[in-house]
């Protein structure tokens, strides 16, 4: 770590978000960071490419495995995430690919929680299981059932918390503990939480991956995913998986995207947790909403980890009406508020996870996994509270 970095690191986040591994003078005095157009590099002599190829003499060759502008954006992440390293994406799918194909090998198993973004879930049940790779899964909010659950095949353990779309809470140190003590890697999707709120590795957690579609980016106009672990794992992942098996490159104009999203990441984020509570505490005073998880109210089951573990408790609720025929009317009767998958925006965001996000689980599977066919996910936005609450208040009107 050079001096600089040393100085970054007793900076607040906020203060890094903004600033970290990147000086004007770096680019002509220039306070944003040019961006880096070029897919290729160029080499003096054939033996200096040679020696960049061999990796004796670190360079940047072609965007697909390193950029100026995407290392920007992997340097600032991997410093709020408290990381040695990290990787770039072209999406958070792209991430968590590149990821678990580069740990696991045939005859390995990864131990995943119940409960996953539907997509994570297909590429583990039609993805990985087509090359060997045994998958299952384990109610990560019960640690003994964990403990008992890992075998000297589990090479990675893998969970998002909180969890899409259920909102459970995974205690990230105990987790991580039991997969290090079986000699197996943690890896922990923190696309709900994001740094601001949680830090996994700081936790004790191995790898850290996320869809910086969401929070990061903050304003739905781009797709992206990130990685961050050690260094050694790090330069695995984005020389086997990223290069190789992949190719999710993120576009730097993208990363350009996303370095700008995070300048505000910590007031967004604070904003976001804010208003949720005060959306969650209305809906939970509502006779006609049956169920509201939120890890900020008091009865949600892993509220005193919430505590401990998230700084505020983000922007994301769950909640389920009488009926699925009411849930659909409700939502259908929104104004303002937008029927989108996708979440981390500046718009209010809401989908029906059964039959959005979470399709590619079948309706037994999701019986199995706890996903309710009523259940709604709403993704609070950055709008006045009394607007989402006025449309909201609203639809429940013509739904009841
Ligand atoms: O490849 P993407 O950038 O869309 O990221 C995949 C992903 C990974 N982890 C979590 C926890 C996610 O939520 C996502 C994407 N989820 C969106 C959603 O739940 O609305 C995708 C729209 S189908």
């Given at each position: 770590?050079?001096?600089?970095?040393?100085?970054?690191?007793?900076?607040?986040?906020?203060?890094?978000?903004?600033?970290?591994g990147?000086?004007?003078s770096?680019?002509?005095?220039?306070?944003?960071?040019?961006?880096?157009?070029?897919?290729?590099?160029?080499?003096?002599?054939?033996?200096?490419?040679?020696?960049?190829?061999?990796?004796?003499?670190?360079?940047?060759?072609?965007?697909?495995?390193?950029?100026?502008?995407?290392?920007?954006?992997?340097?600032?992440?991997?410093?709020?995430?408290?990381?040695?390293?990290?990787?770039?994406?072209?999406?958070?799918?792209?991430?968590?690919?590149?990821?678990?194909?580069?740990?696991?090998?045939?005859?390995?198993e990864?131990?995943?929680?119940?409960?996953?973004?539907?997509?994570?879930?297909?590429?583990?049940h039609?993805?990985?299981?087509?090359?060997?790779?045994k998958?299952?899964?384990?109610?990560?909010?019960?640690?003994?059932?964990?403990?008992?659950?890992?075998?000297?095949?589990?090479?990675?353990?893998?969970?998002?918390?909180?969890?899409?779309?259920?909102?459970?809470?995974?205690?990230i140190?105990?987790?991580?503990?039991l997969?290090?003590?079986?000699?197996?890697?943690?890896?922990?999707?923190?696309t709900y939480?994001?740094?601001?709120?949680?830090?996994?590795?700081?936790?004790?957690?191995?790898?850290?991956v996320?869809?910086?579609?969401?929070?990061l980016?903050?304003?739905?106009?781009?797709?992206?995913?990130?990685?961050?672990?050690?260094?050694?794992?790090?330069?695995?992942?984005?020389?086997?998986?990223?290069?190789?098996?992949?190719?999710?490159?993120?576009?730097?104009?993208?990363?350009?995207?996303?370095?700008?999203?995070?300048?505000?990441?910590?007031?967004?984020?604070?904003?976001?947790?804010?208003?949720?509570?005060?959306?969650?505490?209305?809906?939970?005073?509502?006779?006609d909403?049956?169920?509201?998880?939120?890890?900020?109210?008091?009865?949600?089951?892993?509220?005193?980890?919430?505590?401990?573990?998230?700084?505020?408790?983000?922007?994301?609720?769950?909640?389920?009406?009488?009926?699925?025929?009411?849930?659909?009317?409700?939502?259908?009767?929104?104004?303002?508020?937008?029927?989108?998958?996708?979440?981390?925006?500046?718009?209010t965001?809401?989908?029906?996870?059964?039959?959005?996000?979470?399709?590619?689980?079948?309706?037994?599977e999701r019986?199995?996994?706890?996903?309710?066919?009523?259940?709604?996910?709403?993704?609070?936005?950055?709008?006045?509270?009394?607007?989402?609450?006025?449309?909201?208040?609203?639809?429940?009107?013509?739904?009841?």
């Open positions: 770590m050079d001096g600089s970095n040393v100085f970054q690191r007793k900076s607040g986040f906020a203060t890094r978000a903004i600033h970290s990147y000086e004007p770096d680019a002509g005095g220039a306070l944003t960071p040019p961006v880096h157009l070029s897919s290729t590099f160029t080499f003096e002599t054939v033996e200096a490419a040679g020696a960049a190829f061999s990796g004796e003499q670190p360079a940047h060759i072609y965007s697909r495995i390193s950029n100026p502008t995407l290392d920007l954006l992997e340097r600032r992440v991997a410093d709020l995430e408290g990381a040695e390293a990290a990787v770039s994406f072209a999406s958070g799918m792209g991430a968590i690919t590149s990821v678990l194909w580069s740990l696991l090998e045939p005859g390995q990864i131990l995943a929680d119940k409960t996953l973004y539907g997509c994570t879930f297909s590429f583990l039609h993805g990985l299981k087509k090359f060997g790779v998958v299952r899964h384990v109610d990560m909010t019960d640690a003994e059932a964990v403990a008992s659950a890992i075998t000297d095949q589990t090479r990675v353990v893998y969970f998002e918390t909180p969890a899409n779309p259920t909102m459970s809470l995974v205690d140190a105990a987790i991580s503990a997969a290090r003590k079986a000699g197996a890697i943690s890896v922990v999707d923190n939480a994001t740094p601001a709120l949680t830090r996994p590795i700081e936790l004790g957690a191995d790898i850290v996320h869809s910086a579609t969401k929070y980016g903050g304003h739905g106009d781009l797709v992206a995913g990130l990685a961050a672990g050690r260094k050694e794992v790090m330069d695995e992942v984005r020389l086997y998986g990223l290069k190789d098996m992949t190719g999710a490159a993120l576009a730097p104009l993208n990363a350009m995207l996303i370095l700008r999203g995070l300048k505000t990441l910590d007031l967004r984020m604070e904003r976001h947790s804010q208003t949720a509570m005060q959306v969650a505490s209305w809906l939970k005073s509502r006779s909403v049956v169920s509201v998880a939120f890890p900020g109210l008091e009865d949600h089951p892993q509220h005193a980890l919430a505590k401990r573990q998230m700084a505020r408790f983000g922007g994301m609720i769950a909640f389920e009406l009488e009926s699925l025929e009411a849930g659909i009317a409700f939502m259908n009767a929104l104004t303002m508020i937008k029927r989108a998958v996708s979440l981390g925006d500046a718009e965001l809401i989908q029906h996870p059964a039959s959005m996000t979470h399709s590619t689980y079948t309706p037994e019986a199995e996994h706890g996903i309710s066919e009523g259940l709604i996910r709403l993704s609070v936005g950055l709008e006045d509270v009394a607007d989402i609450l006025s449309d909201l208040d609203g639809a429940l009107a013509v739904a009841g």
